[in-house]
């Protein structure tokens, strides 16, 4: 959003909120995101429990991209009943966690918790910008019986 505007992604949000080229401040950008209808925000920064509904779907397991390795092997480890090795490989990797404070003000913050606050209580995500830990999830059964 502050340097790399895909026009694919940025095209539509620009044009739905009569936006520029010109730099965005992240805070205004929280702000136009916080006053979308959900269900007309972009998939990419559109809550994740929209599309996962897990209120609805019972899930056994929902891992997330911040404890990717951990959460692969658990899953490898349920499918195939042992530990399976799993390749590097990160081309992608931005090192985001440790470059919050650029951007997350307290009024960011206080942004974020409103737009996201189904997935902070669905999901396992803290509140406590300091830390990306998730509150482990109650695993259901394996309905498979394995």
Do not use: K
């Not at 891992?63 to 692969?72: C, I, S, Y």
């Amino acid at each position: 959003i502050v340097a790399h505007r895909d026009p694919r992604v940025w095209g539509g949000f620009a044009a739905r909120h009569g936006l520029s080229e010109a730099p965005l401040a992240f805070r205004d950008f929280l702000q136009l995101i916080a006053e979308t209808p959900e269900d007309e925000m972009d998939q990419h920064w559109r809550p994740q429990s929209c599309g996962l509904a897990p209120t609805t779907v019972p899930y056994d397991f929902i891992g997330g991209v911040e404890n990717l390795q951990a959460d692969l092997a658990h899953i490898l480890r349920r499918i195939f009943g042992e530990e399976v090795p799993i390749r590097h490989f990160m081309p992608h990797r931005t090192n985001s966690a440790r470059r919050m404070a650029e951007h997350y003000g307290p009024e960011e913050i206080r942004l974020v918790q409103t737009i996201y606050a189904a997935d902070f209580a669905h999901l396992g995500y803290s509140r406590d910008p300091s830390t990306t830990a998730r509150t482990p999830l109650v695993e259901r059964p394996d309905p498979g019986g394995s």
